[in-house]
């Protein structure tokens, strides 16, 4: 069969966007998921899809290569660094190289001032690489303790799948739970596949053991300050 990496069909856009801090590019990517498409203005990404849509049409290939396929404007005299910065990051996150600094995402689309935003921020910055952490224990550390159903419709409203891990939040009983507004489930389970495959963990899934889950506790120092305390239960 045919691999995924020889398939460079582009996808066709009908209109250019725009937000105010100027016109959007878009750009198209091969990756081990199948060709994936940014979205970026010269101040940070609006966007991070796949090519595929359903489970039915998801072909994954780990061992193809990130690599830049095409973008559909040329630049213009504006310069589309977090493009760029996604691109090298999605090839650091698949050769599973140190990735720390994330690509800028458009203020225009964070949502910082909404609890979406926090729950967004939240996952970002505290379950890593490997790590996954339950609905309601993202709810708990993100500051709102119960409202796990706002975190699941936070993570089917993620912009950029990946970049915010969204992939890495499970139910509290193991199950994976829905990706891509469960179309794309077999995706969320690659993802987890590959990522424990670094930690030496069970490499069959479904994984009917204890999951490793990392939950994140809240708490209120004052109005202004918030402490997080990662715990790992085995």
């Not at 209109?15 to 010269?42: A, D, F, R, W």
Request: glycine share 6%; charged share 20%.
């Amino acid at each position: 069969m045919e691999g995924i990496c020889s398939k460079k069909t582009l996808v066709k856009h009908k209109e250019k966007k725009t937000c105010h801090h100027g016109p959007t590019n878009t750009y198209q990517v091969q990756t081990p998921l199948g060709e994936m498409t940014i979205v970026s203005c010269p101040k940070g990404l609006h966007s991070l899809s796949q090519a595929a849509r359903t489970d039915d049409t998801f072909k994954p290939d780990k061992w193809c290569q990130v690599e830049f396929i095409s973008q559909l404007y040329s630049d213009n005299g504006y310069t589309y660094t977090p493009a760029l910065h996604c691109i090298q990051w999605l090839k650091n996150y698949f050769l599973k190289q140190e990735n720390d600094t994330r690509p800028s995402i458009c203020p225009s689309i964070s949502r910082k001032d909404t609890f979406t935003g926090k729950v967004w921020q939240t996952l970002t910055e505290n379950v890593p690489f490997g790590e996954t952490i339950s609905y309601k224990g993202l709810s708990l550390a993100a500051g709102r303790d119960g409202a796990f159903r706002a975190v699941g419709q936070a993570m089917a409203s993620n912009p950029v799948p990946l970049i915010i891990p969204c992939h890495r939040v499970i139910r509290s009983d193991g199950a994976f739970g829905n990706y891509a507004k469960g179309e794309l489930n077999s995706v969320k389970e690659w993802l987890l596949q590959f990522e424990r495959e670094l930690f030496n963990l069970n490499s069959r899934l479904p994984y009917h053991g204890v999951h490793k889950h990392c939950i994140l506790s809240f708490i209120q120092v004052s109005k202004e300050i918030s402490v997080f305390t990662i715990l790992t239960i085995l």
